[in-house]
């Protein structure tokens, strides 16, 4: 049956079929009975990844296959939800070991974006923790694949978009912690340079992620918050908390009504909003201990806040940037302000070594910016694709709905990559809308 | 072997009996899982052992097979303090009405193959004064429609037989609860457009199930609007109800 359909952005919007599968011989089926199709979990990334006229839906391929709670290796079906794993894994005193900033989002989905969360320097994307993985191929084999057997395989698929095939099964390891607590500082930046100093001068820390008012100009450029975290042990606890220190957060969620007025979008309440999340913090630094739902996933306490940004939905951009790309960091943060294009959240990160092909994640600075669908969108990004390049930045697929094709020229092993979906998907089954976009797959003659 | 009660799930590869048979595991009961091809259900049964910590295993079991019916219960240790049966088949009624090879497929899967099994679990609990058994009919067994000719009277019939069954069980303190979904959204609807107001997803089934069966209901309809629905359809006097396309 044909739906609507969507991801996180709301951007762009296509009337595509939407099949669900149980049991892995019902896709058997679908794998060989359509004839254009990409997989879909919960359909979290931001532009037209998960999209094609026809997607199959992980979403009912949910099960969990086994739970090693010594070792603390986790097997499970692609269509789990992190938030389906931690409930699962925390009480036994195990933590996912990289996480994006939601949890609604599916196993699959999290190796086929290769995800990344706060402790990349640390702890790489997710697919560094996989043991091994099934993926279903369109021309319907079933291949185990890992570091070691079909690693080519594996390698295309982590961070491959679905483009190799169906993830089905992926068995990984888990992060031990003592608690389900964060101890986190939370230390404010004047400016741009102190901020890169205060980089500098946490480096250690196994959790960093930093909050930037895109919009100050002038001697404020670069006005930020930057939190550094750990997972606290039992001496971090007091005493009510340590009665019950792998405990699992509540439920507690706020809904952003369908229809927001319109000023809500317009610059002057992205100013009020980042000047509230800056007020927050008075004192220089602060310390808190707080369970692991508000440090890492402080979004999904607010259901369908990206309503926030209207009807027309937005493209987040996020991009990469060399560590000694600074003055490119600076030059597209200043653009961004200059236009008042600035977005709601901007969230700026710092990424360890490249691990794999497609990847997006490289060492450098990344920055995430949400920019609301009108007129004059586009044309800016195309500038700011321009600095990326000469910088030798690049962009996150799974955030992309616009970019050209020539925007891939900074993942070096970019023919790599579309070799090697050749030669698992021959026929070019497996496309999406972006993968069609940027020219990943075959032109299809349709 | 817990001390947990037990409840077995006849039709697990189904999504309203996956659903169930989460509900009941969270509500730390063991589970028995039946269905036709049981290597389907070994991933189900992890599952649920990982997430609730109670016991589950796997069974074989053909609704059409009446012969092994005895052997299948028999063979169930420990017995199940409750019985679901959710198995069940809707085939296109042009298809059933010209073949009646289909037909009879139909009747057989949804009424007499379930009337054979749930025969041997009520003797079985009558005989130990205890348990339950709890049918997944349909509000297509309400009233008779050309739209679903075969199927509503198949589930007409094990409505009846349930209804029939909770009153001969009675006296001997076993409970008998008929589940009257509207829509549910499943493998079988799937290409069905379906009023979004009206459609249940089997969660939200199986939550409203097990409430209702600690509340020792007797008939339940999923979604209430149901309820009424099918109270005005079955009120509609016959020689107007004859001309309509329902
Ligand atoms: C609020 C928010 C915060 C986020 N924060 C981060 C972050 O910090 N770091 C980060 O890295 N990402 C982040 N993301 C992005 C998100 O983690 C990725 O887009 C992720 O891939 C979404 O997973 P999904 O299950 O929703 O997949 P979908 O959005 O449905 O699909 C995404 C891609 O994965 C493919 N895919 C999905 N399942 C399978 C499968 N079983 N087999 C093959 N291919 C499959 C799809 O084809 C598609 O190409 C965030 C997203 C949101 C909404
Ligand atoms: N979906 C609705 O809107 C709706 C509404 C009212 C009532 N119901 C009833 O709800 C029940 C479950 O249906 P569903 O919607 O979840 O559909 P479903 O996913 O199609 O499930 C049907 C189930 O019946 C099993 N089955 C079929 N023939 C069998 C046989 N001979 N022996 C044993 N098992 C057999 C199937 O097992 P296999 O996997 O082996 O085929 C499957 O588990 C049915 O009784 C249905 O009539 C559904």
């Known amino acids: ?446 | 072997m817990t001390n947990n009660k037990t409840v077995l799930i006849l039709g697990a590869t189904s999504d309203i009996g996956i659903a169930i048979a989460k509900k009941f595991a969270s509500a730390k009961y063991d589970v028995q899982l039946a269905a036709r091809d049981a290597t389907q259900i070994q991933a189900l049964k992890s599952d649920i052992e990982i997430r609730y910590e109670v016991a589950c295993s796997t069974f074989s079991f053909d609704a059409l097979q009446y012969a092994s019916h005895a052997a299948f219960f028999e063979g169930l240790t420990p017995k199940p303090d409750i019985t679901v049966c959710i198995f069940g088949v809707m085939y296109d009624e042009d298809d059933a009405l010209n073949d009646f090879a289909l037909a009879e497929r139909m009747i057989n899967t949804n009424y007499t193959g379930a009337v054979s099994i749930l025969n041997i679990a009520a003797k079985y609990y009558m005989a130990q004064k205890q348990g339950a058994i709890i049918g997944i009919s349909s509000v297509a067994g309400d009233r008779g429609r050309a739209s679903k000719l075969i199927y509503g009277s198949s589930k007409a019939a094990f409505t009846a037989y349930l209804d029939g069954l909770r009153n001969k069980c009675f006296k001997d303190g076993v409970h008998v609860m008929t589940v009257k979904p509207g829509f549910v959204n499943t493998k079988m609807t799937e290409h069905m457009p379906l009023p979004k107001a009206l459609t249940a997803e089997p969660a939200l089934l199986a939550d409203v199930l097990y409430k209702a069966f600690t509340k020792k209901k007797n008939t339940v309809y999923i979604k209430w609007m149901w309820r009424y629905i099918m109270l005005i359809i079955k009120n509609i006097p016959e020689f107007q109800f004859k001309k309509m396309k329902l």
Request: with cysteine.
């Open chain 1, 1 to 446: 049956m044909k739906k609507l359909l969507f991801n996180f952005g709301k951007y762009p919007v296509i009337e595509a079929e939407e099949t669900t599968f149980v049991f892995q011989n019902q896709l058997n089926d679908l794998v060989t009975g359509e004839p254009v199709f990409i997989a879909r979990g919960s359909g979290l990334c931001y532009g037209d990844s998960a999209l094609s006229q026809t997607t199959i839906s992980t979403l009912k391929y949910d099960k969990i296959l086994s739970f090693d709670t010594q070792q603390g290796i986790f097997e499970c079906q692609s269509g789990i939800t992190l938030e389906q794993v931690l409930t699962v894994i925390v009480p036994k005193g195990w933590f996912l070991p990289v996480t994006p900033g939601t949890k609604l989002i599916t196993i699959g989905g999290a190796v086929a974006s290769n995800v990344h969360g706060k402790n990349h320097k640390t702890h790489g994307s997710f697919s560094r923790h996989i043991v091994e993985m099934d993926v279903l191929l369109a021309s319907d084999g079933l291949l185990t694949c890992s570091h070691d057997t079909y690693p080519d395989l594996f390698e295309a698929t982590c961070g491959g978009m679905g483009l190799t095939g169906v993830i089905t099964r992926v068995k990984f390891r888990l992060k031990k912690i003592e608690t389900s607590f964060i101890r986190q500082k939370q230390i404010k930046a004047k400016n741009f340079d102190e901020l890169i100093s205060l980089f500098e001068e946490y480096r250690d820390s196994t959790y960093i992620v930093v909050w930037i008012d895109c919009l100050k100009k002038g001697k404020h450029f670069g006005r930020s918050i930057l939190t550094v975290a750990e997972h606290a042990i039992l001496d971090d606890l007091n005493d009510e908390h340590r009665k019950n220190p792998l405990q699992l957060p509540g439920n507690k969620k706020l809904t952003v009504p369908p229809i927001m007025p319109w000023w809500v979008i317009n610059t002057f309440s992205v100013k009020a909003f980042n000047f509230l999340f800056y007020a927050k913090n008075y004192a220089k630094e602060i310390s808190k201990v707080i369970l692991y739902d508000p440090f890492f996933y402080t979004l999904d306490a607010i259901n369908h806040w990206n309503r926030i940004y209207g009807n027309k939905g937005f493209v987040q951009y996020q991009f990469v940037l060399p560590l000694e790309a600074t003055d490119g960091l600076a030059e597209i943060l200043r653009s961004i302000s200059d236009k008042g294009m600035g977005s709601f959240l901007t969230v700026l990160k710092v990424l360890g070594k490249q691990e794999s092909m497609i990847s997006f994640a490289r060492e450098g600075y990344t920055l995430a910016i949400d920019f609301p669908i009108r007129k004059g969108v586009f044309e800016f990004l195309n500038e700011l694709d321009e600095i990326l390049l000469k910088h030798g930045g690049r962009i996150y697929l799974t955030k992309d709905a616009r970019m050209k094709p020539e925007m891939l020229k900074n993942y070096p092993e970019l023919e790599k990559f579309k070799s090697i979906i050749k030669k698992y998907d021959p026929e070019g089954k497996i496309r999406s809308i972006q993968s069609d976009r940027l020219q990943l797959t075959p032109i299809s003659n349709e």
